[in-house]
């Protein structure tokens, strides 16, 4: 073999080179936080992508349920992003957020099998909500889920987001077969999902999952408030506040007792 095709073969095979390819997936991306501390192990580089079919009444992000109004971006440029500091990210790595990230199943795929070429811990945020059909690809490739199981029952799951639970349970079930590793995290609403017979219905529900290594407890905030004000929607918690820390350390105490790690994530 000659030295030129040696070399030809190196640039075919090497990562550097693939971001160079014309044939790169492009996503629609809301934002990007580049020093997440609270979206998986380690610090992170967070993406945010544009879609989701859910309609949770405690959503922050509002802005991300349509694809439009958000940045184009390329594979290879968010690649190349990361690449460029990826030391910040050696003792974490890439979250792929939403909305719901799996809308976007083609982007989402192809950049997790570029990261994982090099080298790069991703995990994937996502409620869960589209069928395991579709969606199992993509969590295959992902090393870990961030699953935000939005309620407990399946009647308040579908009163918080207009949307069935089947699928993120499909998507529990399909990870606890596979042994993905899974964080789930849970909002605490008042008036919701704040009392000790809901904290009881979620350890029941997700005692049984050897996969889960922790649920992440997070408070109910009003930060995206003024979004559903901007964006003209009906908002059922103007009058709810913040849940007490009390309520959020009983909840620990009480998902405890089915033998979850429980933390209060804020």
């Given at each position: 073999t000659s030295s030129s095709s040696r070399e030809n073969s190196r640039?075919?095979?090497?990562?550097?080179?693939?971001?160079q390819r014309s044939d790169m997936q492009t996503g629609?991306?809301?934002s990007i936080e580049t020093f997440g501390t609270l979206d998986g192990p380690g610090t992170r580089y967070v993406l945010f992508l544009k879609g989701c079919p859910l309609r949770c009444i405690f959503c922050h992000n509002p802005d991300t349920w349509k694809m439009e109004g958000g940045m184009e971006k390329t594979t290879g440029e968010i690649l190349e992003d990361v690449l460029r500091t990826r030391n910040f990210y050696k003792k974490g790595g890439v979250t792929i957020s939403g909305g719901e990230p799996m809308?976007?199943?083609d982007f989402v795929r192809e950049l997790l099998s570029l990261f994982r070429e090099n080298n790069i811990h991703t995990a994937l945020d996502t409620a869960g909500s589209i069928e395991i059909g579709k969606s199992s690809e993509l969590i295959d490739l992902a090393d870990m889920l961030l699953l935000d199981m939005k309620a407990p029952t399946s009647d308040l799951f579908e009163t918080i987001t207009g949307f069935p639970m089947k699928n993120s349970l499909d998507t529990l079930d399909y990870c606890e077969r596979t042994n993905?590793?899974?964080?789930?995290?849970?909002v605490i609403v008042p008036g919701y999902t704040d009392s000790d017979e809901d904290a009881k219905a979620l350890?029941?529900?997700?005692?049984d999952y050897k996969c889960i290594e922790y649920v992440d407890l997070l408070p109910f905030h009003k930060?995206?408030?003024?979004k559903w004000k901007e964006l003209g929607l009906p908002y059922k918690l103007y009058d709810v506040s913040e849940p007490d820390p009390s309520i959020m350390e009983k909840h620990i105490e009480?998902?405890?007792g089915y033998g979850l790690k429980a933390r209060y994530n804020h």
């Open positions: 640039k075919r095979s090497s990562p550097e080179h693939s971001i629609i991306v809301h809308l976007q199943h993905k590793r899974v964080w789930i995290r849970h350890g029941k529900l997700l005692s930060l995206g408030e003024y009480i998902l405890g």
